[in-house]
């Protein structure tokens, strides 16, 4: 396997992970909001336990986009230092 290939295959695997994460968390985001509007019925719960169980689940979701999405973006900045590192390496050198 050559290194287009694998930088390709790595990419791919890269932004499918991002799409992936992006998707399930804003997947919990969005059950609490259906709990809270009140669209999902449950027999043994009383609806006040509801809402308050979706608003706990949307703060969570929010939480946890927001993290994911600061923690990509340290990334994104750290590898850009790591390249300019590397570029003044080369021009030391």
């Known amino acids: 396997m050559n290194d287009y290939s694998r930088q390709k295959s790595k990419f791919d695997f890269d932004m499918l992970m ?3 994460n992006y998707s399930l968390r804003s997947l919990i985001l969005i059950v609490g909001i259906v709990f809270v509007l009140g669209l999902v019925e449950m027999k043994n719960m009383e609806p006040t336990s509801i809402r308050v169980f979706g608003a706990i689940m949307i703060l969570f979701g929010a939480y946890r986009l927001s993290m ?14 790591a390249e300019l590192d590397e570029e003044r390496d080369n021009l030391d050198n």
């Open 68 to 81: 994911y999405h600061m923690i990509m973006k340290r990334q994104a900045i750290e590898e850009k230092y």
């Open 18 to 20: 991002k799409v992936l």
